[in-house]
């Protein structure tokens, strides 16, 4: 069966400091790969996503970038951090030889900018 | 989108009364629609899903019901109890096998005991 881990659970960091949140998928392959953040009380914000190593499409201009290494795994860095990045980091995947299927998601990294 | 950013509006039920969550969705293409619940502190988790060419499925305790001429969705839940309890997301993917869902903006679902 198919599982995704994300790392940390919760973090808090100063302003200022860099930022980088894992995640990585287990029991497929070549899966489309995204993170979303999540503002308390709110929706669903789309970051990125990836449909190959190495291919990252950003949504939103910001001081956040990803990275994809490995097939499975999906990272989220800033250099920089800013106290609006504070929220609810979500990393999901599909699978890429389904025309139609529902995104699985993580369990979340709970980020407090301080 | 725009949605991401205002408050989730708010839905509140007794337990045991059917609760009828609400989602409008803005490309008449989309060919597949998919709701999640969202417990605190958790990432959506799947809940049911139906495709362009249905206008109802159902699911146990659940049914989702799709007006694509007035492009609305709607999760209805049965016998609601506490543990339904969540924030309800609608989401439909482009029609041609877009790999980008577009999220609806979420309903919060209280439900008192």
């Known amino acids: 069966s198919q599982t995704i881990h994300q790392w940390p659970a919760t973090l808090v960091q100063p302003v200022g400091s860099p930022l980088s949140l894992e995640c990585t998928v287990e029991?497929?392959?070549?899966?489309?790969l995204y993170w979303y953040r999540q503002a308390a009380g709110r929706g669903l914000q789309l970051l990125f996503y990836?449909?190959?190593?190495?291919?990252i499409s950003s949504e939103v201009p910001q001081n956040l970038s990803a990275s994809r290494p490995q097939d499975r795994q999906f990272i989220l860095s800033s250099k920089k951090l800013l106290l609006s990045d504070s929220g609810f980091y979500l990393c999901?995947?599909?699978?890429?030889?389904?025309?139609?299927?529902?995104?699985?998601f993580g369990p979340g990294t709970r980020l407090t900018v301080t | 989108g725009e949605s991401v950013g205002l408050h989730l509006p708010t839905l509140s039920v007794q337990e045991g009364d059917n609760s009828i969550i609400n989602c409008a969705y803005s490309?008449?293409?989309?060919?597949?629609f998919i709701w999640y619940k969202q417990e605190s502190g958790k990432g959506p988790q799947f809940i049911i899903d139906?495709?362009?060419?249905?206008d109802k499925r159902q699911g146990q305790r659940v049914t989702v019901l799709l007006n694509k001429t007035v492009k609305h969705l709607s999760l209805q839940i049965a016998a609601t109890q506490p543990g339904d309890s969540a924030v309800y997301f609608c989401?439909?993917?482009?029609?041609?096998?877009?790999?980008?869902?577009?999220f609806g903006r979420g309903t919060s679902l209280i439900v008192h005991p």
């Open positions: 999901a995947w599909t699978n890429k030889g389904l025309a139609q299927g529902e995104q699985y």
């Open positions: 029991g497929t392959s070549n899966p489309n």
């Open positions: 990836s449909v190959g190593i190495g291919q």
């Open positions: 490309n008449s293409a989309s060919d597949y």
């Open positions: 139906i495709r362009s060419n249905m």
């Open positions: 989401a439909e993917n482009g029609s041609g096998g877009s790999y980008i869902p577009t």
